[in-house]
């Protein structure tokens, strides 16, 4: 289980401590509801975090989980039938998922599996 937590909040820069594992450009889930975050910064134990979703309500002491993976996109059959935000979710699955707004959290895959 990860000892990871949010230390500090400033507008989509989150910085955490003791991010297992952590690497450069390593995707975080931030929270409960699993924000999608990108490590820019590390020092010694701090990891300095680009949030990609809206972190209102994001408090210290949440929990993060590192992904140990980078940032990356789907390449298929498929991909230029659709439109897509700007961390590769498609956009109608996400207006039927959630309608005009946009809520926080979202897990889809870029391309049909």
Do not use: W
Not at 36 to 50: F, H, P, S, V, Y
Not at 61 to 82: D, H, R, V, Y
């Amino acid at each position: 289980m990860s000892n990871s937590i949010v230390s500090r909040i400033s507008g989509s820069v989150v910085v955490a401590t003791d991010v297992e594992e952590a690497q450069m450009y390593d995707v975080v889930r931030i929270g409960e509801l699993g924000l999608l975050g990108e490590i820019i910064r590390l020092e010694g134990n701090k990891a300095t975090i680009q949030v990609y979703e809206d972190t209102t309500g994001i408090r210290p002491g949440e929990k993060l989980i590192n992904t140990k993976k980078p940032l990356s996109m789907q390449l298929g059959p498929g991909l230029l039938k659709s439109i897509y935000d700007g961390i590769q979710r498609p956009l109608d699955v996400l207006r039927e998922k959630s309608g005009d707004f946009i809520s926080r959290g979202n897990i889809i895959p870029a391309l049909d599996q």
